[in-house]
């Protein structure tokens, strides 16, 4: 479906799936349309947050995934709860109720406050939360509301300094703007060109972890789509050549590419340090 700042424009969601590393829990507090949850592989665990009652509906009807989580709330309130973030309830702002669709207060935290895996939430680089917030409206072309439930500066701020406290790793789209080059003037960042309702304009992506060496989901490597479409053939060619082989003849070259790649399970460098070098075969011995 069509989704207002949805990531399914043309190569849009590459470009962002080839920027996440291996997780085995993927977060989403603000779900939307979330394209990146819905192509990437899955994780173990996948958790969408969406105040839009409807939305988390839609969802629970049209993605029947064992991996799947939904929860209909604010998604700044479930990441603080979540990651114990703090311990009290914040004061409500002059003239703010609460958020609507939320559970009170001793509700949510009992039901949500540890929906992570212990191993997980003890592994920073298991979890990892995409933050894609509706984006401010002054950065906006429009200058417009586009959604039912828009954030304000206020709350930018907020979600800003829960993103900086997180124990995981973390990814976050928007507009360029001062608010979010200020807060996070020390992550990786990056920007590209992508087309929207309102004509051209410029992500900026910001992370709180380095380049991945190794990915999460690598059907998408390529910066643009001939590139990933000869990366496509390269990968096509190279499998049938596989499946040609002999079973041990095949299992040869599988090995050989694991002791030189994938060799962590025993120690050595692999895939996020130098390859060992090649040894000789022993074939003439």
């Not at 049209?62 to 998604?75: K, M, N, V």
């Not at 939360?129 to 959604?147: C, M």
């Not at 596989?242 to 460098?269: K, T």
Request: proline fraction near 11%.
């Amino acid at each position: 479906m069509s989704w207002p700042g949805g990531k399914d424009g043309a190569g849009v969601a590459q470009r962002l799936i080839n920027e996440l590393p291996p997780h085995a829990v993927f977060i989403s507090p603000f779900l939307g349309d979330c394209a990146i949850m819905r192509r990437k592989r899955p994780a173990a665990l996948s958790i969408g947050i969406d105040k839009s009652r409807a939305n988390v509906e839609r969802w629970a009807r049209e993605q029947s995934r064992p991996d799947l989580r939904l929860f209909c709330c604010c998604g700044i309130a479930w990441l603080q709860h979540a990651f114990a973030l703090h311990l009290v309830e914040p004061p409500p702002r002059p003239g703010q109720g609460p958020p609507p669709n939320s559970a009170p207060l001793e509700e949510f935290a009992a039901r949500f406050a540890a929906p992570l895996p212990a191993d997980a939430a003890a592994n920073r680089a298991a979890v990892l939360v995409y933050l894609d917030p509706p984006y401010l409206i002054a950065s906006r072309k429009s200058r417009r509301p586009l959604y039912q439930f828009e954030l304000t500066e206020e709350d930018h701020a907020e979600l800003l300094q829960t993103a900086r406290r997180l124990p995981c790793l973390v990814m976050l789209s928007h507009y360029p703007h001062p608010l979010y080059a200020r807060a996070l003037r020390d992550w990786r960042t990056f920007k590209f060109r992508t087309t929207t309702r309102g004509g051209p304009a410029v992500e900026q992506v910001w992370c709180n972890y380095p380049p991945p060496v190794e990915l999460h989901d690598a059907r998408f490597v390529g910066r643009e789509k001939r590139q990933r479409e000869r990366i496509h053939r390269r990968v096509r060619n190279w499998t049938a050549g596989l499946a040609r082989m002999l079973p041990h003849e095949r299992q040869a070259v599988l090995d050989a590419i694991e002791a030189r790649y994938f060799s962590r399970r025993n120690g050595s460098a692999g895939i996020n340090g130098t390859p060992p070098p090649i040894t000789a075969s022993p074939a003439g011995r």
